[in-house]
């Protein structure tokens, strides 16, 4: 069964830090480019905030370089995404995304509130 589990989402103050965990079965993970995206509202658009390619190379959102870092372990199937220095502007649903041609994979989502 494919699928991707995604973890670590919560509350958290400004100024905090999280690090939210996809899991991926069903797939042969390491030829798939991994990336974390977010949804700030229902009806808004979802946008990327950070991708690793299958050879690890990483792509990052202008708003959160410098702040979050995303990494990949083959060997276990996740994908993890360390998120510091949040501030509100990164609440959302964070959603994990698994693509190769021609597929895309998608978690089912995990909430995270920066706020006091």
């Known amino acids: 069964q494919v699928q991707l589990v995604e973890s670590g989402g919560g509350l958290v103050q400004p100024g905090g830090s999280l690090r939210l965990s996809c899991a991926a079965s069903?797939?042969?993970?390491?030829?798939?480019?991994m990336g974390w995206y977010r949804q700030a509202a229902p009806g808004k658009q979802r946008v990327l905030v950070a991708?690793?390619?299958?050879?690890?190379?990483?792509n990052y959102a202008d708003s959160v370089k410098g702040r979050f870092t995303i990494s990949r372990d083959n060997a276990k199937n996740t994908v993890d995404l360390q998120m510091n220095s949040l501030n509100p502007d990164d609440t959302a649903f964070y959603y994990c995304?698994?693509?190769?041609?021609?597929?895309?994979?998608w978690g089912q989502g995990t909430q995270v509130t920066v706020s006091s």
């Open positions: 995304n698994g693509n190769r041609w021609p597929d895309s994979i």
């Open positions: 069903g797939i042969i993970f390491r030829r798939y480019t």
């Open positions: 991708s690793i390619t299958s050879e690890g190379s990483t």
